[in-house]
């Protein structure tokens, strides 16, 4: 995987681009936002970091023109600016996902693994979450040793939320996924199908938890 | 209470009209008054022209009747007389016995068209007189004469000179004058009523050419410069301050990402400790911000929002952070609500309230977002059991400022109470758009 980093803060961009190097992605870090556009023009990039305040151009400039020439790189808006206003300009713009200065690195690598997982032009073979691999060919879902030959229903239900490890799924977001198996009771059958989707993997060192948020929906949390 | 100023100005004339008007009156009363010749002449006019309402003429017969409303007035002893005759002498009324013959012309004589004599000066009245009266090519010449006037008639001649003289005029006047000024007071606030409404959607940060002054009256259009200006100089004012905000926001949180980082490379529990104090410096800084951006806010950022999905989507944002403090999230709705409100304010309050409740909780404690009628929005804080290192605050702090200043923009306010189990902070919306 090889990520571009726009920031214009020298010991910043250090620290972040060490940080993702730490994870095993390679990274191309630029100072200003005409070289880092530059740059993506030529290279195919799997994920964009870019920071807002750079000294040269507005970094939602430079989103807004990678969105108009349609180049389909994700990017992850990081930034000192963190009003809500301010995220909603930012995904307007054509944002992925947003992160608000100052973070942890753990959150950043979260958040990119994230992206990667819901990219359409991400080529992944599989999932990764934690300890378990899902993957994407059909073939078993994996956890260490273990293999898991999972229903239909409860191997869509695991890849949904593997896709959105960290963020809460919608309950009716699942049911309209299950309404595509033909299920005329898909309320139920979500519940059913969590149920034992945990059953499954209860036993074994997943690295996560299927938490219920009552009321709204799903939480795959990833348990470090 | 406030009026349409058409209305104050209408009143104010009408009260100054009444106040002249009276004034006037007492002149006149006072003018005819002292002049008792004045005052006979007119009494001696009207009591002829209402003798002379008594006469019926069929065809070249003319007969007399006297007027009902004077049937008491020639009673013996009164001291009124009257004489109504043809031009030939024929007499058709007599109130008169032979000593006020003395007070009337001769029957020999032919009167003039109108004559007054004075039988004593002063008052009360002691006057005779008569008049022609011409009915139906009919001439009668009638005859008037009191002596002391104790029905007090002089009274009717002023109400008779008041009403002729000043309330017909003057009611004409005024309502000319109070027709004429609603109108042009109307027409002259109509720029200023558009202004109005013109300045309700005017944002400080885009004033452009500001509030219309063109077709306002002078000293109007004067007070709209002076609004557009003062609206220039809060949109510097606010220019100014977003941009120190942010430049604090810059120049703050850079380095808090740059410490964070290098802590986290740090394996000592004290870096995680560093790290914590990194976050709540992080967090009081965005804070500080969002209170500077509060000032910012104006009137078509309002929009109409369904509470209930707003609060969802709250609960689904900060479920993953509650979670990983140890504590559980629900959301419950009751109904569906839809409120004029800013979206990103009543969600910036509404994760304030839950990061509050999170943070005097201790981990386990059952937080549960809900949505009722009002409509409220209830943040509810359960613990599983009694804590006494975990005291509960009765203050947010900074953040506390911020959620009273969000709902003070909305009309809504914040209860807080405590029960036996934990916390309870609600969001109590008017159902009216704020204003």
């Known amino acids: ?224 | 209470m406030t009026r349409p100023l058409w209305q104050i100005a209408a009143i104010r004339i009408v009260f100054f009209g009444l106040i002249a008007a009276l004034a006037q009156m007492a002149l006149v009363v006072a003018d005819y008054y002292f002049n008792d010749e004045e005052l006979g002449r007119l009494l001696i006019e009207q009591q002829v022209d209402q003798l002379g309402e008594g006469q019926v003429t069929n065809g070249s017969a003319t007969r007399y009747a006297l007027p009902d409303e004077m049937a008491d007035l020639f009673a013996p002893g009164r001291g009124y007389f009257a004489r109504v005759r043809t031009v030939d002498g024929t007499i058709l009324f007599s109130a008169c016995d032979a000593a006020c013959e003395d007070h009337f012309l001769s029957r020999t004589v032919r009167p003039p068209d109108f004559w007054v004599r004075f039988i004593q000066p002063g008052k009360p009245l002691h006057v005779a007189g008569g008049g022609t009266v011409e009915r139906d090519g009919q001439v009668l010449m009638v005859e008037f004469a009191t002596v002391g006037d104790s029905e007090g008639l002089i009274w009717g001649v002023f109400w008779h000179e008041v009403l002729d003289h000043l309330v017909v005029p003057m009611s004409l006047l005024l309502l000319f004058a109070v027709g004429g000024a609603i109108v042009s007071i109307i027409a002259a606030l109509r720029p200023v009523e558009a202004a109005a409404q013109a300045a309700d959607n005017l944002d400080p940060l885009e004033v452009g050419e500001g509030l219309p002054t063109g077709t306002m009256p002078r000293e109007i259009s004067r007070l709209t410069g002076a609004v557009n200006r003062a609206f220039k100089r809060s949109g510097d004012l606010i220019r100014g301050q977003r941009m120190l905000t942010s430049a604090i926001a810059h120049e703050v949180r850079t380095p808090l990402a740059i410490i964070k980082l290098e802590l986290s490379g740090i394996d000592s529990p004290k870096a995680r400790k560093a790290e914590a104090d990194v976050d709540e410096l992080s967090d009081f800084v965005a804070q500080l911000t969002a209170l500077a951006r509060l000032e910012a806010i104006n009137e078509r950022q309002f929009q109409d929002t369904n509470l209930a999905q707003l609060c969802e989507d709250v609960v689904s944002a900060v479920a993953p952070w509650v979670l990983a403090r140890g504590d559980t999230i629900a959301f419950e709705k009751d109904v569906e609500a839809m409120v004029l409100i800013i979206p990103s304010l009543i969600r910036d309050a509404c994760r304030n309230l839950i990061e509050n409740a999170v943070r005097h909780s201790p981990p386990g404690t059952e937080i549960t977002v809900r949505v009722t009628g009002g409509p409220i929005i209830s943040i509810i804080d359960r613990k599983r059991q009694a804590d006494a290192s975990m005291r509960p605050s009765d203050s947010l702090g900074i953040g506390l400022a911020i959620v009273e200043r969000v709902l003070t923009l909305h009309g809504a306010r914040l209860v807080q109470h405590r029960n036996a189990t934990g916390m309870v902070a609600s969001i109590h919306f008017n159902s009216e758009i704020p204003t």
């Open chain 1, 1 to 224: 995987m090889r990520i571009l980093l726009i920031e214009d803060n020298a010991r910043l961009r250090d620290l972040t681009g060490q940080t993702l190097r730490d994870a095993g992605w390679l990274v191309d870090a630029f100072e200003l936002g005409e070289d880092g556009y530059e740059a993506l023009r030529q290279v195919p990039y799997d994920i964009a970091i870019l920071d807002l305040g750079l000294p040269d151009i507005d970094g939602l400039d430079v989103l807004r023109r990678i969105r108009k020439q349609r180049m389909q790189v994700p990017v992850l808006v990081l930034t000192a600016r963190g009003a809500v206003d301010e995220r909603i300009d930012g995904l307007d713009a054509g944002a992925d996902d947003y992160l608000a200065k100052p973070f942890n690195n753990g959150e950043l690598i979260a958040r990119i693994r994230a992206l990667l997982r819901r990219s359409p032009q991400a080529v992944m073979p599989e999932l990764v979450v934690g300890n378990v691999v899902l993957p994407l060919s059909g073939e078993p879902v994996r956890c260490g040793d273990e293999i898991f030959d999972l229903a239909p229903r409860e191997r869509g239900l695991l890849e949904m939320l593997m896709r959105q490890a960290d963020q809460v799924v919608p309950k009716r977001k699942i049911e309209h996924s299950f309404s595509e198996f033909g299920d005329e009771r898909s309320a139920n059958a979500v519940e059913l199908s969590v149920s034992r989707l945990r059953k499954r993997l209860e036993a074994a060192p997943t690295g996560f938890a299927i938490e219920t948020i009552r009321g709204v929906g799903y939480l795959l949390r990833t348990i470090s």
